[in-house]
């Protein structure tokens, strides 16, 4: 099982607050998702990325992958209420079809 | 468009009990996964499938058995439930080439008791 790292694994903020949370991994992967869980619901996919060093911006979200495709990054600015969730990184494993995930970061933003 | 659904959302079960977690998807998406989801554990692979009549375990395995008769369809059964097994499972799909989306359910929450 390729481990997936992410760091925090809490974060409590103020609304306009900026943070970033990561995923880190010894492995090199052919690309990684982020998605979001809201409570009582599933995880939805945010974004993919798969070149290293690419950098996508969703809004107020800015993924990184690193160089290496070993590890990445999400920055979100300004955070909102509605930002509040489980944040979860994924990556496929070396069979190439399942997905492994970190335990995730859970964000607060209080207004 | 339903996408992914997953039947009960919530079930209480007795220790020792047998049940099916049903999961249907309508995207006909190839691949199909079950994950259990505990505090502090993020999601781990149960079982996982790559087409009808292909599955293979994922990470923890152990007391769940799959089938996949149809595209459509992945149940997973508990065959002998213990506590556990208290979690909230999801259900998911997506097609099988590159790097797709996983598209998730609500998710069923068990409770052995």
């Known amino acids: 099982t390729q481990l997936l790292e992410q760091s925090p694994q809490f974060l409590s903020i103020q609304e306009g607050e900026n943070l970033t949370v990561y995923c880190n991994s010894s492995s090199v992967f052919s690309s990684l998702q982020w998605y979001r869980q809201e409570p009582g619901e599933g995880p939805v996919l945010l974004v993919t990325v798969v070149t290293g060093g690419e950098v996508k911006k969703l809004k107020r979200l800015t993924f990184q992958f690193g160089d290496a495709r070993k590890d990445s990054s999400l920055h979100i600015t300004a955070a909102q209420p509605g930002d509040t969730g489980l944040y979860l990184c994924a990556a496929t494993t070396s069979s190439g079809y399942a997905l492994n995930f970190g335990k995730g970061t859970s964000l607060l933003v209080t207004p | 468009n339903a996408g992914v659904t997953q039947t009960p959302k919530f079930q209480v079960l007795k220790t020792g009990q047998s049940m099916t977690l049903q999961c249907a998807q309508d995207m006909n998406h190839e691949y199909m996964s079950w994950y259990r989801q505990d505090p502090g554990m993020g999601l781990r692979l149960i079982h996982y499938?790559?087409?009808?009549?292909?599955?293979d375990q994922g990470e923890v395995p152990n007391g769940y058995n799959v089938s996949r008769s149809t595209t459509e369809d992945f149940p997973l059964r508990l065959l002998s439930a213990a506590p556990s097994q208290t979690s909230v499972y999801f259900c998911?799909?997506?097609?099988?080439?590159?790097?797709?989306?996983?598209?998730f359910g609500q998710g069923t929450r068990l409770t052995v008791v």
């Open positions: 499938s790559v087409g009808a009549g292909i599955t």
């Open positions: 998911a799909s997506s097609f099988l080439q590159g790097n797709t989306e996983a598209f």
